[in-house]
């Protein structure tokens, strides 16, 4: 059967019995429909936290088609659950751009899914559309404020870089001119749209803390300068009221459950090659406040996810992992070692051993963070015992435990080994991670670190754009921010086309933007698309829904 079909075939259980199953009264939480809810952050208690396990799902860089850390992710947790442990998923929310692309959904796969899946792959509980129109509030507020001849700024349409969003991948909205038509419709200059997990306002929902904590980062969105040279704040337009208010629903993280009836929390969705790549901050604590272990992932390879997740999220947050789960999968290796995406179910031991190097520098990299790593092999059909075994082998030999998951096919029993593995890992092991770099550095230092030591570059060059860049983050005292840096995910290095574990080679800085909001600078590396295309055969064409109302082709 197919992701949805098996989806489907599930009995529901009410979202207020899942509650129950956390120790919530039904009464608190708040319900959109029989089966979503959202969680008052009351519920997040602090004290609660403490002695808690927070297991993160991270993978080697991924084939376009991605590796299954969610799916991973829930059938571990399911497994957890199954073998005593009271455990909670806390994951990502999806972006239509994925679903209606070339991914799909991102609410895992076979019998290891969170449920309902075409609610959670489509509008879910509103939270996207929230982000999107408080980030175009702003837009249109700067818009007029350029327009207008009494409560004007000053701001220098030039030097302003916020631009729309929305929630789809369409390569025509990427570079446009507004404020044609005449002097009645604004003051014409260029802009375009990013997709709306690109947000700054993604980015800040998912890091703060409290509302008021919310409110007040939307206010230091960085939004340009005067024609006098003065820095322009969103605070300096009165727009974060406005956007708070907008947003004081998708702050609450929501709840939902794995086909197994085990809960699940969902909430924010920013990616991992352009942003943090994590879910928010308040659902994580959720999570933990409620149960005694949680599994969360970081999107793409761990160079990106589990690298920001470490140094952005963990360090803002004050929180500390037990254990890391690295997938890896053998279709992923042999794309890696130079076969065809289309070839990847051919056995191919030689393209294997050739690929094998990606899989040894994640590990390499997760023992930089001095965290208890584990490797999940995500078993798909067509692999051999093989293939399989000479990848047991290569994690033997760098000293690495590693277990074969089926959990597409056999949901969480098909994980109860790698449960058993991880959750003696993470009750056992004495490891102390800690980050790779300190925030107090330069940002040059901090993106040299990265660079060298998670993707293995040679060395750093700066474009004369990042270079002023550079010298404009100091002048705005914003040099002590983390850096959040954007990369390609389909190599280690900036440029796509290098696979495996590439050597020698120089990442090119070519600008950097300033998410003050967000708390951190976005140094930008090769080319990436913040706003993604369609591919030439688009996964929409394949969603239907019929008199009834059952929706079709969603995966």
């Given at each position: 059967?197919t992701d949805?079909?098996?989806?489907?075939?599930?009995?529901?259980?009410?979202?207020?019995?899942?509650a129950?199953?956390?120790?919530?009264?039904?009464?608190?939480?708040?319900?959109?429909?029989?089966?979503?809810?959202?969680?008052?952050?009351?519920?997040?208690?602090?004290?609660?936290?403490?002695?808690?396990?927070?297991?993160?799902v991270?993978?080697?860089?991924?084939?376009?088609?991605?590796?299954?850390?969610?799916?991973?992710?829930?059938?571990?947790?399911?497994g957890?659950?199954?073998?005593?442990?009271?455990?909670?998923?806390?994951?990502?929310?999806?972006?239509?751009?994925?679903?209606?692309?070339?991914?799909?959904?991102?609410?895992?796969?076979?019998?290891s899914?969170?449920?309902?899946?075409?609610?959670i792959?489509?509008?879910?509980?509103?939270?996207?559309?929230a982000?999107?129109?408080?980030?175009?509030?702003?837009?249109?507020?700067?818009?007029?404020?350029?327009?207008?001849?009494?409560?004007?700024?000053?701001?220098?349409?030039r030097?302003?870089?916020?631009?729309?969003?929305?929630?789809?991948?369409?390569?025509s909205?990427?570079?446009?001119?507004?404020?044609?038509?005449?002097?009645?419709s604004?003051?014409?200059?260029?802009?375009?749209?990013?997709?709306?997990?690109?947000?700054?306002i993604?980015?800040?929902?998912?890091?703060?803390?409290?509302?008021?904590?919310?409110?007040?980062?939307?206010?230091?969105?960085?939004?340009?300068?005067t024609?006098?040279?003065?820095?322009?704040?969103?605070?300096?337009?009165?727009?974060?009221?406005?956007?708070?208010?907008?947003?004081k629903?998708?702050i609450?993280?929501?709840?939902?459950?794995?086909?197994?009836?085990?809960?699940?929390?969902?909430?924010?969705?920013?990616?991992?090659?352009?942003?943090?790549?994590?879910?928010?901050?308040?659902?994580?604590?959720?999570?933990?406040?409620?149960?005694?272990?949680?599994?969360?992932?970081?999107?793409?390879?761990?160079?990106?996810?589990?690298?920001?997740?470490?140094?952005?999220?963990?360090?803002?947050?004050g929180?500390?992992?037990?254990?890391?789960?690295?997938?890896?999968?053998?279709?992923?290796?042999?794309?890696?070692?130079?076969?065809?995406?289309?070839?990847?179910?051919?056995?191919?031991?030689?393209?294997?051993?050739?690929?094998?190097?990606?899989?040894?520098?994640?590990?390499?990299?997760?023992?930089?963070f001095?965290?208890?790593?584990?490797?999940?092999?995500n078993?798909?059909?067509?692999?051999?015992?093989?293939?399989?075994?000479?990848?047991?082998?290569?994690?033997?030999?760098?000293?690495?435990?590693?277990e074969?998951?089926?959990?597409?096919e056999?949901?969480?029993?098909?994980?109860?080994?790698?449960?058993?593995?991880?959750?003696r890992?993470?009750?056992?092991?004495?490891c102390?991670?800690?980050?790779l770099?300190?925030?107090?550095?330069?940002?040059?230092?901090?993106?040299?670190?990265?660079?060298?030591?998670?993707?293995?570059?040679?060395a750093?060059d700066?474009?004369?754009?990042?270079?002023?860049?550079?010298?404009?983050?100091?002048?705005?005292?914003?040099?002590?921010?983390?850096?959040?840096?954007?990369?390609?995910?389909k190599?280690?290095?900036?440029?796509p086309?290098?696979?495996?574990?590439?050597?020698?080679?120089?990442?090119?800085?070519?600008?950097?933007?300033?998410?003050?909001?967000a708390?951190?600078v976005?140094p930008?590396?090769?080319?990436?698309?913040?706003?993604?295309?369609?591919?030439?055969?688009?996964?929409?064409?394949?969603?239907?829904?019929?008199?009834?109302g059952?929706?079709?082709?969603?995966?």
């Amino acid at each position: 059967m197919t992701d949805i079909e098996i989806a489907n075939s599930i009995s529901l259980k009410p979202i207020t019995e899942i509650a129950r199953k956390l120790g919530i009264d039904p009464e608190v939480i708040e319900l959109y429909g029989k089966y979503k809810a959202k969680l008052p952050l009351e519920l997040i208690q602090p004290e609660k936290i403490q002695g808690k396990h927070l297991i993160l799902v991270s993978a080697i860089s991924p084939t376009p088609a991605g590796e299954g850390k969610t799916t991973i992710s829930i059938g571990l947790s399911e497994g957890l659950n199954r073998i005593g442990k009271k455990t909670t998923v806390v994951l990502r929310e999806p972006s239509l751009g994925p679903v209606f692309g070339i991914k799909g959904g991102a609410t895992g796969g076979g019998y290891s899914q969170v449920l309902p899946m075409e609610d959670i792959n489509l509008h879910f509980t509103g939270d996207f559309n929230a982000i999107e129109k408080a980030h175009n509030l702003l837009a249109a507020l700067i818009d007029n404020n350029i327009q207008s001849k009494t409560s004007t700024l000053g701001l220098d349409p030039r030097t302003v870089t916020w631009k729309r969003v929305m929630d789809m991948n369409d390569r025509s909205l990427r570079h446009i001119i507004v404020g044609l038509g005449g002097t009645s419709s604004g003051i014409p200059r260029e802009t375009g749209f990013d997709i709306t997990a690109a947000s700054e306002i993604m980015a800040i929902l998912c890091l703060s803390e409290s509302f008021p904590d919310l409110k007040e980062r939307l206010g230091s969105i960085f939004i340009g300068y005067t024609y006098d040279k003065q820095p322009v704040y969103a605070r300096d337009l009165k727009a974060h009221g406005a956007m708070a208010a907008l947003l004081k629903d998708a702050i609450k993280p929501n709840l939902v459950q794995t086909i197994e009836g085990n809960p699940a929390i969902i909430h924010g969705g920013p990616f991992a090659n352009i942003a943090q790549g994590t879910n928010s901050i308040l659902a994580t604590k959720m999570g933990l406040s409620l149960s005694d272990f949680v599994v969360t992932e970081a999107g793409f390879g761990f160079d990106l996810g589990a690298e920001k997740f470490f140094d952005i999220k963990c360090v803002k947050a004050g929180l500390s992992p037990s254990a890391v789960v690295l997938v890896a999968t053998v279709r992923a290796l042999k794309y890696h070692g130079g076969m065809k995406i289309e070839d990847l179910k051919e056995k191919n031991t030689t393209a294997l051993r050739a690929g094998i190097g990606n899989l040894e520098k994640q590990i390499e990299n997760m023992k930089k963070f001095h965290i208890c790593p584990i490797v999940a092999l995500n078993k798909f059909i067509t692999d051999t015992d093989e293939e399989i075994q000479i990848i047991a082998e290569k994690c033997k030999e760098l000293d690495v435990p590693m277990e074969v998951a089926e959990v597409w096919e056999k949901g969480g029993k098909g994980a109860e080994r790698l449960a058993t593995l991880t959750a003696r890992i993470a009750e056992q092991c004495t490891c102390q991670w800690q980050p790779l770099y300190d925030w107090n550095w330069s940002i040059e230092k901090k993106i040299e670190t990265i660079a060298k030591e998670i993707y293995g570059a040679a060395a750093i060059d700066y474009t004369a754009q990042a270079k002023s860049d550079l010298k404009k983050i100091k002048a705005l005292g914003l040099e002590k921010l983390p850096v959040c840096i954007a990369k390609t995910q389909k190599s280690l290095s900036d440029n796509p086309k290098l696979l495996g574990r590439p050597k020698d080679f120089v990442v090119t800085v070519r600008q950097i933007e300033i998410a003050a909001g967000a708390g951190f600078v976005i140094p930008i590396t090769g080319e990436i698309m913040r706003m993604p295309g369609l591919p030439d055969k688009p996964a929409a064409e394949n969603i239907d829904i019929d008199e009834n109302g059952h929706i079709s082709g969603l995966f």
